[in-house]
């Protein structure tokens, strides 16, 4: 039997975790932007001060995963910062972080989720499009690698 994955709220001894986990993919694929550096450099000021949430999945006893809830002015989010380590993808962790940032989401009184991501991230765009994601014009972002918004309605609303 394989190890469980647990999906973790985010603590302060994560912070060194969450920025390592998303700095390898940015600097993977794209350069890492000023708020970029904002975000991982202080996500307790950045993100969680705000009424946003990070959350973290640990597998064999260690951290492999994350991602946030930036919390938007209108009470909505941002689902934002996923990130799975490359020993661990193929696993289904990227799936149970989009989960529970949309059960924590939905829980709060969300009526819908946004995300910004890059058309040649092909993997996360099928993970995106599985949690339920559509795409939507994309208006101009603060990340000049945003080339793709996506949404997801919570039922019944919009």
Request: charged share 20%.
């Amino acid at each position: 039997m394989s190890a469980p994955i647990e999906i973790l709220a985010y603590r302060p001894e994560h912070q060194a975790a969450f920025r390592d986990l998303n700095h390898e993919w940015i600097t993977t694929y794209f350069t890492l932007e000023e708020l970029d550096k904002r975000m991982l450099d202080d996500p307790q000021g950045y993100i969680l001060d705000s009424g946003g949430y990070i959350f973290m999945a640990r597998y064999q006893d260690q951290i492999v995963g994350t991602c946030a809830l930036i919390r938007e002015p209108d009470g909505n989010f941002e689902l934002a910062k996923m990130a799975v380590s490359p020993k661990a993808q193929g696993l289904g962790i990227g799936y149970l972080l989009g989960q529970a940032a949309i059960e924590q989401a939905w829980a709060v009184g969300a009526h819908h989720l946004e995300l910004l991501s890059n058309r040649k991230l092909t993997p996360a765009l099928t993970l995106y499009r599985k949690l339920g994601f559509v795409e939507v014009p994309l208006s101009p972002s603060e990340y000049q690698r945003a080339d793709i918004k996506m949404v997801l309605a919570r039922s019944g609303t919009e």
